[in-house]
């Protein structure tokens, strides 16, 4: 898996979580269809580890995507939210 190499075995794929649906699709799709070509071969590695059993990608709706608590400006309610999920003190 992929916490292997910080020696923490795994006994399930790592669940990958995107709001972009178009994300997910690309992340499953094996073969690149002529929208994704222009996606480089090392942005392929994930593709790669969905193929392996290594991840598997799944789609969450944008109001349960805690990690954008970390890569977007959240205020109000939602800020709250994620903050708590990411505290342990919530969950969806």
């Not at 190499?5 to 992340?27: C, H, K, W, Y």
């Not at 969905?50 to 799944?58: R, S």
């Not at 959240?74 to 969806?92: K, Q």
Request: contains cysteine.
């Amino acid at each position: 898996g992929l916490c292997a190499e910080f020696g923490i075995e795994q006994q399930e794929p790592t669940r990958m979580l995107s709001d972009s649906n178009g994300a997910v699709a690309l992340a499953k799709r094996r073969r690149p269809t002529t929208k994704s070509r222009h996606v480089l071969l090392r942005h392929r590695w994930i593709q790669q580890m969905v193929t392996d059993n290594v991840a598997v990608a799944d789609h969450v709706a944008r109001k349960q995507m805690h990690a954008d608590i970390l890569t977007h400006s959240t205020v109000g309610e939602f800020f709250n939210r994620c903050r708590a999920y990411l505290r342990g003190l919530y969950f969806d």
